[in-house]
């Protein structure tokens, strides 16, 4: 339901003002006006002085941040920014969330939410230090997702975490491929900047319903500038320039294989992927005897698909060693939260391979007589 402009905005004055505010952003413009700035950035910082309110405009080339003090010069600086015809303020406070549009007709459309800590897990403690994001950001009201996603997507981010160097600076580029609701697109943006890197994220998922759906958070996020989405294939959707970062959280089945291929194909620095079913390989080993003597891995259809499951993930590793990664296979959450709680995690090395990795992956692939949907992808590179 619309509002008055005027007292929705006196309300965002109130939160910007307030101790709690911990975020806030506008953006955008309304009908026919253009703001002096293209965003605006808003959040208190300590300084050796004391506490000031940190205000980074950007005119869309360049930004500019100064620090204000509390009192009139704060006053003074939050209404020059109110007084500016921005279309969308985001305001978070350590207890809730406001969202503001300004519609074509010039009122104000405004959502508003608690912030909302998950439930404890059953059984166990939930304590803020258990999670690298905290659970009551406020963005979490936002983007939703079960216990369990929120699950997945932090221990993800953990693992991000300890895969980028410490000292880690300039501007980051990254794309979440099979990106679905975007959770993980959102949590990677808010992890990546709370490290204070200048970070720019793209999801893709095949489906426009979810490109528009992402679209719409990113903006009432007030982060349109920095998230976008793209609706295609993971083999072919546009993005550009090439990212440094490629993330995969449960693409499903071979969608996997196209999301590394595109990592090796844009010389991506860091690869991390979760995979999700795996049939293309299950497939290939039922259409034959296994090799001798390994038919008891395979007989039971229950250790067959097991196996496949390994197997597939192996070959994978395998493969982006060959294209000058370091691979590795690890464990990424405890599997109470996703049964598929592996992650294919890799840092680009340069290396070429060496002749008996490439000979170690070839015997074992003539071996079962199988060809890895990766591979294919892959064939032609050196
Ligand atoms: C299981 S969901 C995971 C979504 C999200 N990453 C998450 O973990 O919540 C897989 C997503 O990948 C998308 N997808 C599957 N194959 C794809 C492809 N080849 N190209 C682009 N998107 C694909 C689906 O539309 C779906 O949204």
Same mark, same amino acid.
């Given at each position: ?15 910007? $003002? *307030? ?28 300084? =050796? ?8 405009? &950007? ?19 939050? @209404? ?9 303020? %985001? ?12 519609? =074509? &007709? ?12 998950? /439930? !404890? ?7 803020? =230090? @258990?999670?690298?994001?905290? !659970? ?12 369990? =996603? ?16 410490? @000292? ?40 426009? *319903? ?7 958070? /990113? ?27 490629? $993330? ?60 496949? @499951?390994?197997? +597939? ?6 493969? $982006?060693?060959? %294209? ?10 405890? &599997?109470? %939260? +996703? ?6 995690? /890799?840092?680009?090395?340069? &290396? ?11 015997? $074992? ?18």
């Amino acid at each position: 339901m619309p509002e008055p402009l005027d007292a929705a905005l006196s309300e965002v004055r109130a939160l910007l $003002l *307030d101790p709690a505010l911990t975020r806030a952003v506008a953006a955008g413009r309304r009908r026919g006006q253009r703001p002096s700035v293209v965003r605006a950035e808003l959040r208190p910082v300590t300084l =050796k002085g004391g506490p000031r309110l940190q205000i980074s405009t &950007s005119d869309g080339a360049r930004p500019y941040t100064r620090n204000v003090a509390p009192g009139a010069e704060a006053d003074g600086a939050v @209404d020059a920014l109110l007084a500016e015809p921005f279309g969308n303020w %985001h305001v978070e406070t350590a207890d809730s969330t406001l969202q503001l549009r300004v519609t =074509k &007709s010039g009122e104000a459309q405004v959502h508003r939410a608690a912030a909302s800590r998950p /439930a !404890p897990e059953p059984g166990g403690h939930d304590r803020a =230090k @258990d999670w690298l994001l905290d !659970p009551g950001d406020p963005i979490f009201a936002e983007i939703g997702g079960s216990a369990a =996603k929120r699950r997945q997507v932090d221990a993800f981010l953990r693992a991000l975490a300890a895969t980028l160097p410490d @000292d880690l600076s300039g501007p980051l580029r990254v794309v979440d491929l099979g990106c679905g609701n975007a959770y993980l697109t959102f949590a990677a943006h808010r992890y990546l900047t709370r490290r204070g890197l200048d970070v720019t994220l793209v999801g893709v998922d095949v489906r426009e *319903d979810q490109r528009r759906r992402n679209t719409e958070l /990113a903006e009432r996020l007030g982060w349109a500038d920095r998230v976008s989405f793209v609706a295609g294939t993971i083999a072919d959707a546009r993005v550009e320039p090439a990212p440094d970062l490629v $993330l995969a959280l449960h693409a499903c089945d071979t969608a996997t294989d196209e999301a590394l291929a595109r990592a090796v194909r844009w010389d991506a620095r860091w690869v991390l992927a979760a995979p999700c079913c795996h049939h293309d390989v299950a497939a290939q080993l039922r259409a034959r005897p296994a090799p001798a003597p390994y038919e008891l891995l395979t007989r039971q259809g229950i250790l067959r698909e097991r196996f496949a @499951d390994v197997l +597939t993930d192996a070959l994978r590793a395998g493969l $982006l060693r060959l %294209h000058g990664y370091r691979a590795e296979v690890v464990e990424f959450v405890d &599997s109470r %939260h +996703t049964p598929r709680n592996l992650l294919i995690r /890799a840092r680009r090395t340069g &290396s070429a391979p060496a002749d008996d990795q490439r000979a170690e992956y070839r015997e $074992l692939v003539d071996r079962w007589g199988i060809t890895p949907r990766l591979e294919t992808l892959l064939a032609g590179r050196p």
